[in-house]
């Protein structure tokens, strides 16, 4: 109704002044207090190549990612600790401001996981921006699938819609990386999956975390994006990718600010040529 129009921007401009606020209250009053900031971080600044995995499990350094995003964050090393941490905030933020565009970015910058984001310094917002450009470069959901492996569940989306060139696009990047990454670390993909595969499943997470087990929200995520998929709501592919989360921490939400990119033209898939699309003009009949 028109009439509620107003009480709506209204409580729309009220969030985002709440939460704006309380990215302010976490970056300026917890942060001196706490001195956490790049918790995160700090394990891809810190990745030592020859045993990216001796950390235990949820300790300061603890890097959880496969060899590929090890080798990656490798040269990170060579960089002082606050010079990688401002660079790396730097990137996450100019991500953050990119999902929302020039018109949405304060509602990005207000939604509460992405300041636990930019606070902790992990991949999400990075997923994010992959999972936005998935639709138009699918290849980008190798980055997906070698950071988290299980929000890969979005994939589904293109399974759905029989959008099968998409399809062996993702998963066709993604194993080309993943075979060169074998011949080269195939001893740290064996001690990836034995320490932070299966030593995951053993070891609860010492972190404030939802505990719901991936087993229940594994299912969840795959039934949105299948409803999602066949009511065309792109929304419902990070918000599956966020529940689909190994761990579900609460700044995992922020891969849900990706729901305010996936309607840019620019990110559509690309349409086939006209001429391509045109049908073939019938032959002409000879006069008898």
Do not use: C
């Amino acid at each position: 109704m028109a009439a509620s129009s107003p009480a709506r921007r209204a409580l729309r401009d009220g969030l985002v002044v709440a939460g704006l606020l309380a990215g302010a209250y976490l970056f300026v009053i917890v942060a001196p207090q706490a001195k956490t900031v790049g918790f995160d971080a700090f394990a891809y600044w810190s990745v030592d190549i020859a045993d990216p995995y001796a950390t235990h499990i949820g300790g300061l350094g603890s890097f959880l990612y496969t060899p590929v995003l090890a080798r990656l964050f490798a040269p990170a090393t060579n960089l002082d600790w606050p010079t990688f941490l401002w660079l790396w905030l730097g990137v996450l933020l100019a991500t953050a401001l990119w999902l929302g565009g020039r018109r949405r970015w304060l509602w990005v910058m207000a939604f509460p996981p992405v300041a636990l984001e930019l606070y902790h310094g992990n991949v999400h917002l990075l997923m994010a921006a992959a999972i936005a450009l998935g639709f138009r470069y699918p290849a980008a959901w190798a980055f997906v699938l070698l950071a988290k492996v299980t929000p890969g569940v979005g994939l589904l989306w293109f399974l759905v819609r029989r959008e099968w060139r998409n399809l062996a696009i993702a998963l066709g990047a993604t194993a080309v990386i993943v075979a060169v990454s074998l011949a080269v670390d195939y001893r740290l993909w064996v001690d990836w999956v034995n320490n932070q595969v299966l030593g995951s499943l053993q070891t609860a997470p010492s972190q404030p975390h939802i505990d719901i087990p991936l087993l229940l929200r594994l299912p969840a995520a795959a039934a949105l994006v299948i409803w999602g998929a066949r009511t065309n709501r792109k929304w419902t592919v990070p918000l599956a990718a966020a529940i689909a989360m190994p761990v579900l921490w609460i700044a995992a939400f922020s891969v849900v600010a990706a729901a305010l990119a996936v309607d840019r033209p620019e990110l559509q898939p690309r349409a086939a040529s006209p001429a391509a699309a045109a049908p073939s003009p019938a032959p002409a009949m000879k006069a008898v």
